[in-house]
């Protein structure tokens, strides 16, 4: 893994907000003088790193999703901030098997060792603008010839293929847009 400085895109600001990232100035987590979307640096990795990473993020998955049974099974809510009002219809949900649709991982990788897990957003739509629109828009600016280690779109389409079918028809009386929540698995 190298990490590689690069003069962020004249009037970046505006790009990235045009593809709805809009909190790309506020302060990162974890340090007060970082700005969230840095465009001065980025990291390369060879494929034997990404691969190695994609074994690494597949175990992790699996042990948050051992968490989740085990908070479920022993009744942790509380310990994760999770209200008392909200504890049966996640218990519920677990307990149907109900499909998940996408995760995201923040991970602390120095190159030397495993990935060590930060945080991991599931089902979280907020992440999607910037691992996958924002991100992706960047490297076709100042990489063309170049990818990602990235496959959301690609990922989002095949797995609302595999969990949409047990979903029930929109019924909608606007012309709009309209959201279904997912059917339940038996």
């Known amino acids: ?4 400085r690069f003069e962020p895109r004249p009037g970046w600001q505006a790009t990235i907000e045009s ?13 007060l003088t970082r700005p969230y979307w840095d465009e001065s640096v980025h990291y390369s990795f060879t494929m034997e790193e990404v691969l190695s990473l994609e074994e690494q993020v597949e175990e992790l998955h699996r042990m948050c999703l051992a968490a989740v049974e085990h908070v479920v099974a022993h009744g942790r809510y509380a310990d994760f901030a999770i209200p008392a009002w909200a504890a049966p219809a996640v218990a519920r949900s677990w307990e149907r098997r ?3 649709l996408y995760g995201r991982f923040d991970l602390r990788y120095d190159g030397a060792g495993p990935a060590k897990l930060l945080e991991y957003n599931a089902d979280t739509p907020t992440s999607l603008v910037e691992s996958s629109v924002v991100q992706w828009f960047w490297l076709r600016d100042t990489h063309p010839d170049d990818d990602q280690w ?3 779109h690609e990922r989002l389409i095949d797995r609302w293929k595999e969990i949409a ?3 029930p028809p929109a019924r909608s009386t606007s012309p709009g847009p309209t959201w279904t929540r997912p059917a339940r698995r038996r």
């Open 1 to 4: 893994m190298r990490r590689e």
């Open 19 to 31: 593809q709805g990232l809009a909190f790309h100035t506020s302060a990162h987590p974890g340090d």
């Open 98 to 100: 109900d499909p998940h």
């Open 150 to 152: 990235n496959s959301i």
């Open 165 to 167: 079918p047990p979903c």
